[in-house]
């Protein structure tokens, strides 16, 4: 009886978002919190209710979605695979096609994957990984970072909680990252500025002996804040001049996020451990490290069940990656995300010289972001609760946005039309011509 009753879910949105509220834990994602949406289904770039009213999602899972909704070639691989085997460890045909083809299409020597199910878990992994083979303990991030939510990662990434959930692990530090949009100076300037921070951090607090560096190439929770040219290459020189290994975190940015096929790649960089996950799954929960043969030998990371986890690159998972990621490289969608990306960041700077309460149109590819400002003189950030407005406005029009607060994120599915990148720009240019104080 009781099971009967809990079945009968009420289909109404409301009712069915409260509903789910009574039992699941506080601490779900802030845009599912004031959205209050419940999504009933997906095709291509939007997204449906359960009331049947359809968005624009320029969201995608925070990055995930990079083939968007129910794309036919991926709903159609996942099933194939389901009806097969989707659990183990064993060899399966995706997972060895799979680490093949990200072997092609990492830069450099990077040619070893392993498997993993969240991008924290990927992340302390890589950290596991460079110290087995520098046998150095301490790790660096930047100001802005962030590689999730586990203890292991916490240190280095910002998030204001985090001292309140320690003790925390030792032996990782933080040096300045180069946000060009907050630096009162030049790009160069700014550039020098954190290199200088992060001599200081090498020197000062790792005694000249870092196991790694860790970066994003370009931040995204921080609001996909762009570093100048050249500081990804610098930082890349510095790691080398201290004998430590650079783990790039392309968790976001890889996989044709930024219109190449990763971050790094506009840097012309080659890092020595790559970690990558969400958009490669394109919605299936896989992450995972990608270095080199000789920094994948070292021990105990190498030892027989010491880098594995339980549903790391099982063949579901394996399936999903590889589905997602040829359908990245056959339909071509870094360059189409450089053109859309460009079309957007074109349409935002024309949309800042009509309105002047956005600023700092930045990123690269489908990776965008700007500032929500009170006045084009100031740039001061707008209040929080004048962003919520802001993002309940769009959502009204039906788009669903990042922007809740003044540094917004715009990362929608690779394959987003030039037609729909045209009407978010619409909705964005409505929304600021009616918003008093926006
Ligand atoms: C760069 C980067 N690294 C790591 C993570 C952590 O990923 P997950 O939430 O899957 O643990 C994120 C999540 O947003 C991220 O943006």
Partial sequence: MLVEAKRAAPLDQKSLFETEQEFIAPGVQTIALLSELAIDHGRGSTLVDVNGRAYLDLNAGVSVASLGHAHPRYVR???????????????????????????????????????????????EAAIRLARSYTKRTDIIGFTGGFHGKTAGVLPISEIDWKTSVGPLPTGQHVAVYPDVTTFDGT?????????????????????????????????????????????????????????????????????GRTGKMF???????????????????GGFPVSAVISTDEIMSAKPFSLPSASSSSYGGNPLAAAAALTTIRT???????????????????????????????????????????????????EQLLAKSDCVQFFKDCLARGLI???????????????????????ALTVIDEVLAQTSGC
């Avoid at 870094?334 to 859309?340: G, Q």
């Avoid at 990776?367 to 929500?372: I, K, N, Q």
């Avoid at 946005?401 to 009407?423: F, K, N, S």
Wanted: proline residues 5%; negative net charge; charged residues 20%.
């Fill in 401 to 423: 946005m990042m922007c809740y607060t003044p540094r917004v994120r715009i990362h929608p599915p690779l394959i987003l039309r030039a037609d729909e990148a045209q009407h």
């Fill in 187 to 255: 790009a160069e300037e700014c550039a020098h500025a954190s290199l200088k921070s992060l001599r200081a951090v090498i020197e000062e607090e790792c005694r000249g002996r870092p196991a790694a560096i860790i970066i994003e190439p370009i931040q995204g929770t921080a609001g996909n804040i762009v570093p100048p040219d050249g500081f990804l290459a610098a930082v890349r020189q510095m790691a080398a001049e201290y004998g430590a290994l650079l783990i790039a975190d392309e968790m976001i940015t890889g996989f």
């Fill in 263 to 281: 971050g790094c790649d506009h840097d012309g960089v080659v890092p020595d451990i790559m970690t990558v996950g969400k958009g490669m799954g």
């Fill in 77 to 123: 691989a996942l099933t194939e695979q389901l009806e097969a085997v989707s659990v183990g460890s064993f060899t399966s045909r995706p997972r060895a096609e799979l680490v093949k083809l990200i072997a092609d299409l990492a830069p450099g020597d990077l040619t070893r994957t392993q498997f993993f199910s969240g991008g924290a878990e990927a992340v």
């Fill in 328 to 378: 990245i490289v056959e339909e071509n969608l870094a360059a189409h995300a450089a053109s859309i990306g460009k079309l957007l960041r074109d349409g935002l700077n024309a949309i800042a010289q009509r309105h002047g309460t956005i600023a700092n149109i930045r990123g690269r590819g489908l990776l965008v972001g700007f500032d929500l400002v009170t006045d084009a003189n100031s």
